[in-house]
């Protein structure tokens, strides 16, 4: 079962030469979290901006194709689909409200938006907080904070939804090491729970852990479509461009130097497989 | 991101949102319509007083900075070369109908910037969005109108911040008029061109956060309006209206 459905679909925008997106046709499935991963250019954040219903709406340009999400075009709405999405980039200041006064009026911003009653609110927005361990924060004003604790917060103020569908570009990038994994671990649990989560992203070594499927696109087509940890373990990806882990980069590495059946494809992509296989 | 510019001191904390809208407006138009040159006068004293009161005494400085060149070229252009009968004070004479002129505009100028200046200060985009969504106003125009004040404190810290990058790369705003006005491209380029870039990754984000979806918001702990503060604003207001009746009627 999909809720996202990519049919046939190009995309060029108004100032573009060519298309950025070229008879793309893939549908990520419902529970699990599909990872789109190409050289600059590859189209995987146009993928994320048509999903969401912004592209051509906001960006201008022209499409071909169906695209389907939740069962509606997001095109043909009147506005994205707000609230039924949680849609996150790597530029956490540019996302915030502006206008809230604390952490938890600004994680409140958008339910509050779409008009739930203030019970469903108050809850929600304790439990997004509680999720992303940013409830010790939510007296202070958002212009205050690290950018690793807006991403944070930014995270949580579209995981208050419960969105059915997450459209993430790069959405750990602000974070240190500890917010990467909460971040992560919360979209695992929302794909567990049914969710479908789209991740445009060049974070490899932690996607290679998180991610159901990788589909790799080059010059705006998917070029590989796959379980993560075998296509990252291939030559394949290396071939297409985008490149895989640093231990796997490594053992590519020394592999064109020693003939040794230690350095051969399929590639240790962990540090651990790695010590496993050299040891 | 910057911090918001408002303050919770003063009346400015406990007055209803749209008092301190409502009060801003009326002065704007009392300015026009009390008798000159003595009403004006009086208006910006009291401005002067009410924006003490709301806690926000930095706007009465801010006011004077930009006054001050207002007041001298108001001066100059109808105390001085204004014409009527004139008053020896020595060094100069002063025109009688120039000064009163003068003095009018300057007094108009100076309640309407300092109130404007004390309401900004003041301002609390959180609460009024709050006021203004329990009163089931449309979220676009209330967005549009507490966005537009929230930018220019994000502006000035986006223009703080594009002064340091440049001075680290060797640009120097320090020395005369010259050096100073050939140092305005380099920091107005990135910042004007910094602002324009991000205006789409915004857009995209409120949209998706429902600030288009239209309808009624739902209001987050709303400020009361209490008999104290509708009471300022009828006031405000009917004196407004009995003014104007009495400018155009007598």
């Given at each position: 079962m999909s809720d996202v459905k990519f049919d046939g679909v190009s995309f060029r925008y108004?100032?573009?030469?060519?298309?950025?997106?070229?008879?793309l046709s893939f549908a990520p499935r419902a529970g699990e979290i599909t990872w789109l991963f190409g050289p600059l250019g590859a189209g995987c954040t146009t993928v994320l901006l048509i999903a969401a219903g912004l592209a051509p709406r906001h960006t201008g340009g022209s499409i071909g194709g169906s695209v389907s999400v939740l069962g509606h075009d997001p095109q043909a709405t009147e506005t994205a689909l707000a609230g039924q999405i949680g849609f996150v980039t790597a530029t956490p200041q540019l996302q915030l409200s502006g206008i809230a006064g604390t952490v938890w009026e600004e994680v409140a911003f958008t339910p509050a938006n779409l008009g739930w009653p203030i019970e469903r609110i108050r809850p929600a927005v304790d439990r997004a907080l509680e999720e992303l361990a940013v409830e010790h924060l939510s007296r202070r004003k958002p212009g205050t904070l690290s950018g690793g604790e807006l991403q944070r917060v930014v995270i949580a103020s579209m995981s208050v939804l419960t969105p059915k569908v997450w459209l993430l570009d790069e959405p750990a990038t602000a974070l240190d090491a500890s917010g990467r994994a909460l971040a992560y671990q919360l979209f695992r649990m929302q794909a567990d729970h049914g969710a479908t989560v789209l991740v445009a992203s060049e974070d490899v070594e932690a996607l290679a852990l998180v991610a159901d499927r990788l589909v790799v696109l080059r010059d705006g087509h998917p070029v590989l479509d796959g379980p993560p940890k075998t296509l990252l373990a291939g030559d394949a990806i290396w071939d297409e461009g985008p490149g895989s882990t640093a231990v796997a980069a490594l053992a590519r590495e020394a592999g064109r130097m020693v003939e040794s059946s230690r350095f051969a494809a399929p590639y240790p992509i962990t540090v651990e497989e790695g010590v496993a296989r050299w040891r | 991101m910057t911090a918001p510019a408002f303050s919770r001191q003063g009346l400015a904390r406990r007055a209803y949102p749209l008092t301190g809208l409502s009060v801003a407006i009326a002065v704007t138009f009392l300015a026009f319509l009390v008798p000159a040159p003595w009403g004006p006068v009086s208006l910006y004293v009291a401005s002067i007083i009410l924006v003490a009161l709301a806690g926000v005494g930095r706007a009465i400085r801010q006011a004077l900075v930009v006054c001050l060149p207002l007041w001298l070229f108001l001066f100059v252009l109808h105390?001085?070369?204004?014409?009527?009968p004139k008053i020896d004070l020595g060094l100069f004479a002063l025109s009688a109908d120039g000064a009163n002129a003068a003095l009018a505009q300057a007094g108009r100028f100076g309640a309407i910037i300092t109130i404007s200046l004390g309401f900004y200060r003041a301002f609390d985009p959180s609460r009024f969005l709050n006021a203004v969504a329990a009163r089931g106003w449309p979220m676009h125009f209330s967005y549009l109108f507490v966005a537009t004040l929230h930018a220019l404190p994000a502006f000035v810290q986006r223009a703080a911040t594009s002064i340091e990058a440049q001075r680290t790369r060797g640009l120097r705003f320090s020395g005369g008029v010259f050096g100073r006005t050939r140092a305005v491209v380099p920091l107005a380029l990135p910042l004007i061109l910094g602002a324009l870039a991000e205006v789409d990754d915004r857009a995209h984000a409120l949209e998706m956060r429902a600030v288009a979806k239209g309808g009624k918001r739902t209001p987050i702990d709303p400020p009361t309006d209490s008999w104290p503060d509708r009471a300022v604003r009828w006031t405000l207001w009917i004196t407004v209206v009995a003014l104007v009746v009495w400018r155009f009627v007598r």
């Open positions: 108004p100032t573009g030469p060519a298309d950025v997106l070229r008879d | 105390g001085l070369l204004g014409g009527g």
